[in-house]
């Protein structure tokens, strides 16, 4: 894919959303921290629900500290791996705590020693809570990346590596969440909405999706009688005639009654 179809790739995601925004709800850079944490193997819907009870119990380093792994379990019960979870968190909240003062630092290295933080989700928070022009490379934006020939790569490190390279400095900072949202609601794993695209022109994905032959109208249908109404009686049976005999049978009963 050359320089000019990346551009104008990147110029119809714009237009479409000039202003992205992660859908994990929060209101402070922990809230986030936690809520990506959460997120992993889970949808960000789940993620809500769930942080919506806890944020109004426990929202900052101490507090979530103070809460402790089996307290905090219930909060987090419904999304999956919630054990190793819950340990994490409660973990890189006492971090926080006791060595940044209760801040989350802004830093990459700092962030990837926290328990249950990876390259991934430090990207996150970076991009997200400071405003970095980092790209977080997850099953979407993987997919995203290979399908269109946008950057292709054989591991999320990779695919990283070459949409930092080959994406212009202007849309860096929102490209991770133009190519999330466009993987989870457009450019889906299973079957690709293609025809509702709007970079489908520039994708270099072969096997595209067309749009589906309108559907033949229906037939009309016999009306049915309104509820509550009697049903139609029965047609009566016609009383069938007796066979009529032959001619000859007629003459010979008119000669023995005459």
């Keep these: 894919m050359n320089p000019q179809k990346r551009r104008q790739i990147f110029e119809r995601l714009r237009a479409a959303n000039p202003e992205p925004r992660s ?52 909060y987090i019960s419904s999304i999956g791996l919630f054990n190793t979870k819950a340990k994490n968190v409660v973990a890189l909240s006492q971090i926080l705590r006791d060595e940044y003062g209760g801040e989350v630092p802004r830093d990459r290295a700092a962030l990837e020693r926290l328990p249950g933080v990876g390259r991934k989700t430090a990207n996150v928070v970076l991009n997200v809570a400071f405003g ?21 790569g054989k591991d ?10 080959f994406t212009p400095d202007e849309f860096r900072l929102h490209a991770h969440h133009w190519l999330i949202l466009h993987g989870r609601y457009v450019c889906v794993a299973r079957v690709p909405k293609c025809p509702q695209c709007v970079i489908a022109d520039l ?18 249908l016999p009306l049915k009688p309104p509820l509550g109404a009697p049903a139609p009686a ?18 010979a009963v008119k000669r023995a009654k005459d």
């Design 156 to 165: 999320p490190p990779e695919v990283e590596e070459r949409l930092l390279k």
């Design 234 to 251: 029965p047609a009566r049976a016609q009383k069938a005639e007796p066979a009529r005999r032959p001619a000859a049978a007629r003459r």
């Design 23 to 74: 859908e994990l709800e929060h209101e402070t850079p922990f809230e986030l921290l936690v809520a990506v944490v959460l997120s992993a193997q889970a949808t960000d819907k789940g993620v809500n629900k769930a942080t919506a009870r806890l944020y109004r119990v426990a929202n900052t380093p101490a507090a979530i500290a103070r809460l402790g792994v089996d307290a905090l379990i219930p």
């Design 203 to 220: 994708c270099e994905y072969p096997s595209k999706t067309r749009a589906l032959p309108a559907a033949e109208p229906l037939k009309a």
């Design 132 to 152: 970095e022009p980092t790209i977080a490379v997850d099953t979407h934006i993987f997919r995203v990346a290979n399908r269109t020939r946008l950057a292709p």
